[in-house]
């Protein structure tokens, strides 16, 4: 017999409405929506005052393990999950090794079957010569492609071997769209600086619409399913609009709130890849979000060290932790009234399980997975480095006063988070995709 809770009198997120009603769940799965508060269950949570969200899937963090394990591995990071309200992550492949084979990706989904508390999937990265094992891969959301260098040495820019991977395999690809020439001739015009601003000079607007372009062009052309991934510029807006029927796109929060006059404040702190831009990037990402145009909201959560973070540019490395700091942060702006609890229910769940055909996810429905994540729009909370549950121990929201934060993170019917303890130990399962959109 498997075990029943019933979530009681919470203010259900659906797509077009939110109501206050009790949600049964059969162990793993919700057996109904408005179910009868007098059901006999094995746990009552009583969710009063509380919204009840989809459990929040990132799709796109870096969790370092194997290899990078001082900085971040798959029980810190996915106990940071859990504590920012997110129940499903998919990974990216710049681990060492970095997961470039079937025999690489089956390692990660064993280490993450024994060490994640939340539901996980990992990405095949692709190089010039590994179309085998490209066309090989299952069980991973699909193909990442750095066609511009970022932290570590995956790289093909080689249009011949793009053609090749857009040409020759069948899962959905993604990609980090930064022009790699364009960024080596703008380092080269900029050798010697130590001027951390002068990273968001390298990898400028140019170099991130050159490559988005390019990316688009050949998903075009082979009629290939493709995801850009953290747009920074108004400039890639209208070419995703253009191609809004086969290409999906997403935003991070970094590019959401921070611009180049935070540099001044945080330095090599919002040091990312793609670069943080302007003001101007910031309203029109922002719009883009609210008008379909980018699906998804991800975090890229890309722990360093501190001790890393403080060299002194350009010897810092690129990336930042965020993934338990996300939802909060939209929480945020849905109580100053910038979006709704649907954009982030759309933007956080639903969006990221359709764009990568996550079965059972993202919906808050009878036969749906019993992954949700429950919030308190009214608790005010300070992020600070000292609550981080990430390894890098910082984040750069350090300081930032929050209106809304996750209190609760439900996965497959089992609470693993509640007012910020982690209550059970492993639950993550590897999630299952069908065909994407
Ligand atoms: O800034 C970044 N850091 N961007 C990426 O795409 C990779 C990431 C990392 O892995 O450190």
């Known amino acids: 017999m498997s075990r029943k809770t019933l979530i009681k009198n919470a203010t259900v997120v659906l797509p077009d409405e939110t109501i206050?009603?009790?949600?049964?769940?059969?162990?793993?799965?919700?057996?109904?929506?408005?179910?009868?508060?007098?059901?006999?269950?094995?746990?009552?949570?009583?969710?009063?005052?509380?919204?009840?969200?989809?459990?929040?899937?990132?799709?796109?963090?870096?969790?370092?393990?194997?290899?990078?394990?001082?900085?971040?591995?798959?029980s810190t990071a996915s106990r940071a999950c859990a504590k920012?309200?997110?129940?499903?992550?998919?990974?990216?492949?710049?681990?060492?090794?970095?997961?470039?084979?079937?025999?690489?990706?089956?390692?990660?989904?064993?280490?993450?079957?024994?060490?994640?508390?939340?539901?996980?999937?990992?990405?095949?990265?692709?190089?010039?010569?590994?179309?085998?094992?490209?066309?090989?891969?299952?069980?991973?959301?699909?193909?990442?492609?750095?066609?511009?260098?970022?932290?570590?040495?995956?790289?093909?820019?080689e249009q011949a071997a793009l053609e090749r991977i857009f040409a020759e395999t069948t899962l959905p690809i993604t990609a980090h769209c930064e022009d790699e020439s364009t960024v080596?001739?703008?380092?080269?015009?900029?050798?010697?600086?130590?001027?951390?601003?002068?990273?968001?000079?390298?990898?400028?607007?140019?170099?991130?619409?050159?490559?988005?372009?390019?990316?688009?062009?050949?998903?075009?052309?082979?009629?290939?399913?493709?995801?850009?991934l953290h747009v920074s510029t108004a400039a890639e807006l209208p070419v995703l609009a253009d191609h809004r029927n086969r290409i999906t796109a997403e935003a991070c929060p970094h590019h959401l709130f921070f611009n180049v006059d935070d540099y001044d404040r945080l330095g090599t702190r919002i040091q990312m890849n793609p670069s943080i831009k302007t003001a101007h990037d910031n309203q029109q990402l922002w719009r883009a979000l609210l008008a379909d145009t980018i699906q998804v909201i991800a975090t890229d959560h890309a722990p360093h060290t501190l001790e890393?973070?403080?060299?002194?540019?350009?010897?810092?490395?690129?990336?930042?932790?965020?993934?338990?700091?996300?939802?909060a942060l939209l929480l945020n702006q849905v109580n100053l009234g910038n979006c709704s609890l649907q954009h982030v229910a759309h933007w956080m769940s639903d969006a990221p399980a359709r764009v990568w055909g996550i079965v059972g996810k993202g919906r808050i429905a009878a036969g749906y997975?019993?992954?949700?994540?429950?919030?308190?729009?009214?608790?005010?909370?300070?992020?600070?480095?000292?609550?981080?549950?990430?390894?890098?121990?910082?984040?750069?929201?350090?300081?930032?006063?929050?209106?809304?934060?996750?209190?609760?993170?439900?996965?497959?019917?089992?609470?693993v988070m509640w007012d910020g303890d982690i209550v059970t130990p492993a639950q993550g399962r590897p999630v299952r995709f069908s065909e994407a959109l």
């Not at 006999?40 to 929040?56: F, K, Y």
């Not at 094992?133 to 995956?154: C, H, M, N, V, Y």
């Open 184 to 228: 080596r001739a703008n380092a080269a015009a900029l050798a010697g600086t130590e001027n951390v601003r002068d990273h968001s000079r390298i990898r400028d607007e140019r170099a991130a619409i050159v490559a988005t372009r390019r990316a688009i062009d050949l998903a075009h052309r082979h009629q290939h399913r493709f995801h850009v």
């Open 369 to 415: 997975d019993a992954d949700f994540t429950v919030v308190d729009m009214k608790r005010r909370e300070t992020i600070t480095n000292a609550q981080a549950g990430s390894r890098a121990g910082w984040t750069p929201y350090d300081g930032k006063e929050v209106a809304g934060w996750p209190i609760g993170t439900i996965v497959r019917g089992r609470r």
């Open 84 to 157: 920012g309200g997110v129940t499903t992550f998919l990974e990216m492949p710049n681990t060492k090794p970095e997961t470039i084979s079937v025999e690489r990706l089956a390692q990660k989904l064993e280490l993450a079957s024994r060490k994640s508390i939340v539901n996980y999937g990992f990405y095949i990265g692709a190089t010039p010569d590994n179309i085998t094992e490209l066309q090989a891969a299952s069980r991973t959301p699909g193909i990442k492609i750095f066609i511009g260098s970022s932290t570590g040495d995956l790289l093909v820019d």
């Open 308 to 327: 890393e973070k403080d060299r002194p540019y350009p010897n810092s490395p690129s990336g930042l932790p965020a993934v338990e700091n996300s939802l």
């Open 20 to 74: 206050v009603t009790s949600v049964l769940l059969d162990g793993p799965r919700i057996s109904a929506v408005d179910a009868a508060r007098t059901t006999v269950v094995d746990e009552t949570i009583d969710a009063t005052g509380l919204h009840l969200l989809p459990g929040v899937i990132d799709d796109q963090v870096h969790f370092r393990e194997p290899g990078l394990t001082h900085k971040e591995d798959l």
